[in-house]
Structure formats: C-alpha cells, structure tokens
C-alpha cells in the first residue's frame, strides 16, 4: 500500500533554533502533500497545502514566513519552523495521496519539543 | 458550518458491545468518504474506505447516507484494541484539503 515515510520523529532543542521536518512518499508520486498540527487532547489542524513546483498555500492565521514549505519534487515534501519557541511544540504531521479517489495516507508524525 | 460534525464522546462501552459513530458532512460534492482512526500520540490510520452501497471489513461496516449528508461507522464484537478517536473525512477529491473534526473518541473496558 501507499506509504508516507516522515523524518525525523522527535526533535528537542533550544528556542530559536529552525527545524526542518520532511515528508516523502515512499511509492508513488504527489503533487499535493498536507501539512498538519496536532496539540495535546486537540483535533488535527491543517496548516498548509504544500504544492510541488509552486507555492504552499496556508491556512487562516498560519504564518507562512514562519512555516516554510518546500515541495521540490514529487515525493518530497519539506516544513521548516523557523526560529521555533516553545509555543511551536507540537505533533506536526504530513499526508499525501497516491491518486484521485484514493485516501490520503499520514506520515508518522515528528514530535517537537522546544526548550 | 464545519466540513464534517461528529459526537466527539466519549463513548465508553464493555468488551463485546456493538457500537456506532455517524458524521455529517456539509459539502454535498463530497465524492469520497473514509474513516480513519487514531491512537494517542500517533498519526491517523486509514480504517476503511466508505462506498455508497455500503461496505464491510471484519467486524467494521461503513455506510454512506448521500440524501442526509452522512456517514456510519458500526463496530461489533469491541475489543479492548479498539479504543482509540474514530475520524471521519468526506472529500471532492483526494487533492483536496482534508479538515478533520475532533473524531470520536472510543474506549473500550474490559
């Protein structure tokens, strides 16, 4: 089946520092990846519609100069949080879809922790 | 509206019991229907897809409502491994953003 393979699954470090999360479909091509968020006990929020050779759309009140997305080909997908403070701790997870009708396969999350 | 309304619970029910979970959907150009489901602190994992006639996969069956705008997701023979939030998705098509809801949350005691 369809796999969404994310990278890195935890990251911790200190205020300030930018951390880059990527997104690869494994086994087939995507032209539209989807970031989310996810706080503790809170539902799966969409941040950003991330569209291979062209810009990532963002959602109300997502920064995107904040949230930089890169979709440079068609199995990878990049989220840099730039800057991060601890506020920008969180489940941050990706998704993908192998074709038109099919579901949107999740990759396994990166778990964020700033300090 | 939201995109898609469900009871968030908790539902709390015994080992064995039968239990069912419905989501409304408001965009009535949704052609594609699943239920996902998600554990705590891990990602959502696709459950099943929802066809119109209605779909069954082991002890899971998804039905789809398009004059009502909803869809369900019955579950038989709960086992512990059950427990977990239950989300819904309706969609255009699969290129199309997917808001999710709170989902249904599920547990299930022995």
């Known amino acids: 089946g369809a796999v969404v393979s994310q990278h890195p699954s935890r990251v911790i470090c200190k205020s300030g520092t930018s951390v880059k999360i990527e997104c690869r479909s494994l086994?087939?091509?995507?032209?539209?990846m989807f970031w989310y968020r996810q706080f503790p006990k809170q539902s799966l929020m969409l941040m950003a519609t991330s569209n291979e050779g062209s810009k990532a759309t963002y959602e109300q009140g997502v920064e995107k100069d904040k949230f930089l997305i890169n979709h440079a080909s068609l199995t990878l997908s990049t989220l840099t949080v730039t800057s991060a403070h601890p506020e920008d701790s969180s489940f941050y997870i990706c998704?993908?879809?192998?074709?038109?009708?099919?579901?949107?396969?999740f990759g396994d999350g990166t778990r964020l922790s700033i300090l | 509206r939201k995109e898609v309304e469900q009871d968030p619970g908790p539902f709390n029910v015994p080992e064995g019991a039968t239990v069912a979970f419905n989501c409304t959907y408001s965009?009535?150009?949704?052609?594609?229907f699943f239920w996902y489901r998600q554990d705590c602190r891990k990602e959502p994992k696709l459950l099943m897809s929802v066809y119109s006639s209605g779909n069954e996969d082991g002890r899971f069956t998804a039905q789809l409502n398009r004059a009502s705008q909803y869809i369900s997701l019955l579950i038989r023979d709960s086992k512990l491994s059950d427990s977990a939030t239950y989300l819904c998705v309706a969609m255009k098509t699969s290129y199309d953003k997917v808001i999710f809801g709170p989902g249904t949350s599920l547990s299930v005691i022995p």
């Open positions: 998704s993908a879809s192998p074709g038109i009708n099919q579901p949107q396969h």
């Open positions: 086994d087939f091509q995507a032209t539209t």
């Open positions: 965009n009535s150009a949704s052609q594609s």
